[in-house]
């Protein structure tokens, strides 16, 4: 198989999920000033929205010589959330998402579900909407390296280019801590 088309899920961890996608075949990657301009939106949303998961003053460490500043801190970061939800609802409602397919991300591609699937070897536009309830997609560029047909469907195999090494290091923080919740659920549920 050509070094250009091998799996790019075959190592490391791999968020699997039921997400918001569309595809479409292109003939080209945007031009080298387009593809930074996407790199650095797509950069921005991820820092945004990861950072947006990642703190909660609710759990960090209560000190007491700061219960004060602890609840003001939890009052702000409900209302946030609370405006993050009224908009992402707002914006859902003008907004019209893809389907939700299973897919499976890597830091060097995706997986997808599809019907009729794109031709081994294409060149493909990914619009992925890693946080559905905030309608804006990540985008994402590669070459179909694999086609498996499944009865009625197909699975589809895209190894990205054009990814900034930026990007790529968000979505491999945005996998491993999926993986680490996932984790931490199962265990939660043991006990």
């Not at 999920?17 to 990657?29: A, E, I, K, Q, Y």
């Not at 939700?100 to 019907?115: A, K, M, N, S, V």
Request: glycine letters at 4%.
């Amino acid at each position: 198989m050509d070094t250009d088309l091998k799996d790019p899920l075959t190592k490391g961890l791999v968020y699997q999920d039921t997400l918001p996608l569309s595809w479409s075949v292109v003939d080209s990657l945007p031009d080298e000033g387009e593809l930074v301009n996407i790199n650095e939106a797509n950069e921005s949303f991820l820092k945004l929205f990861s950072t947006l998961e990642d703190y909660h003053p609710m759990r960090q460490e209560r000190d007491e010589s700061m219960s004060e500043i602890y609840h003001e801190l939890t009052k702000i970061d409900l209302k946030m959330n609370l405006m993050l939800e009224i908009i992402g609802q707002a914006l859902n409602r003008n907004v019209s998402q893809p389907k939700r397919i299973d897919i499976r991300l890597g830091p060097e591609g995706l997986e997808w579900t599809c019907d009729p699937p794109p031709v081994r070897g294409s060149l493909i536009k990914l619009e992925l909407f890693l946080f559905p309830r905030y309608p804006r997609p990540v985008e994402l560029q590669g070459n179909v390296v694999k086609v498996i047909s499944e009865g009625s469907t197909s699975k589809a195999t895209v190894s990205f280019r054009g990814l900034s090494v930026a990007v790529q290091d968000w979505i491999e923080k945005i996998i491993f801590r999926h993986h680490r919740r996932s984790i931490a659920n199962v265990r939660y549920r043991r006990v």
